[in-house]
């Protein structure tokens, strides 16, 4: 038996793959899939948790990996009214025509995505996402350049790895980079044996207590590589 399994839950977008203009060309590289198969022969288990749908996620990642798409929302099908529902208010609602400005509904929320909006024009997004909030009953969902509204009934990040690390005694490391992500390492500080790395960004993040900073998408795979090494040392050292 493998003495140190570690349990990697691991964010998709900007953490094992840069944050694209174009979302559907964000792609995982070689390099860093070469190094999620070394986690996984070195006997480690590594879960991807994204909001992205699971045809996209499926085809980047190597066998053995698992992944959670759509938040971790399966039964995604009980929910199709909800997020049709809320599509209708918010289309209600009057969105800004705003250039670089999106609206998408995807399985289990409705999107906002603002990555190419100029910086002039953010105020009267805001204002707009005021709204939205205060009209509706939803969960908000912070990423990188992009709010999501989900219907109440969704599973947000920190209830899926609360609930995924229950079924799991070893140690766990959680690697992210927005808010989301920090809502969902929140909810892991107290348990023992778990680590959590947030990816730095440029814009203003809230770095909760205890945890540890890595740089871009190369920072998060030296630190796997760090990790693969470290635990096969000590490995050896346990069979030996
Ligand atoms: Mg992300």
Same mark, same amino acid.
């Given at each position: 038996?493998?003495?140190t ?17 174009? /979302? ?8 860093? *899939? ?10 480690h288990?590594?879960? %991807? ?8 996620? @499926?085809?980047?990642f =190597?066998s053995?990996?698992?992944?959670? +798409? ?6 995604? &099908? ?16 009057? =969105? =800004? ?17 603002y *990555?190419? !909006?100029?910086? $002039?024009?953010? /105020? ?9 909030? $205060? ?6 969902? !912070? ?7 989900? /219907?109440?009934? %969704?599973?947000?990040? $920190?209830?899926?790895?609360? &609930?995924? !690390?229950? &079924?799991w005694?070893? /140690? #766990? ?9 920090? +809502? ?8 023992p ?15 909760? *207590?205890?945890? *540890?900073? #890595?740089?871009? #998408?190369?920072? #998060? ?7 693969i090494? @470290?635990?096969?040392? +000590? ?6």
């Open positions: 038996m493998n003495p399994r570690i349990l990697f839950l691991l964010d998709f977008d900007g953490t094992l793959a840069p944050i694209r203009r174009n /979302p559907a060309r964000a792609q995982l590289s070689k390099k860093t *899939r070469a190094t999620l198969v070394r986690l996984l022969q070195a006997g288990r590594v879960d %991807i948790l994204s909001a992205r749908p699971r045809a996209f996620l @499926q085809n980047q =190597p053995g990996v698992r992944i959670h +798409a759509d938040r971790g929302n399966s039964r995604t &099908q009980a929910h199709r009214k909800d997020v049709q529902h809320l599509f209708t208010v918010i289309q209600r609602l009057r =969105p =800004p025509a705003l250039f670089g400005f999106g609206i998408k509904k995807t399985r289990i929320s409705v999107e906002l995505h *990555r190419n !909006v100029s910086r $002039a024009q953010l /105020p009267a997004l805001r204002r707009f996402i005021a709204r939205v909030t $205060a009209a509706l009953g939803v969960q908000k969902a !912070v990423g990188r350049k992009v709010i999501a509204f989900l /219907p109440v009934r %969704i599973q947000d990040k $920190a209830a899926h790895v609360r &609930q995924l !690390v229950k &079924q005694s070893g /140690p #766990v490391y959680f690697f992210g980079d927005d808010d989301s992500d920090a +809502a969902a390492m929140r909810a892991l500080r107290k348990r044996h778990t680590r959590c790395f947030l990816v730095a960004t440029n814009e203003r993040q809230k770095t909760p *207590r205890g945890i *540890r900073i #890595v740089r871009g #998408v190369s920072g #998060v795979r030296r630190e796997l590589q760090k990790i090494a @470290q635990t096969k040392k +000590a490995n050896q050292r346990g069979s030996s």
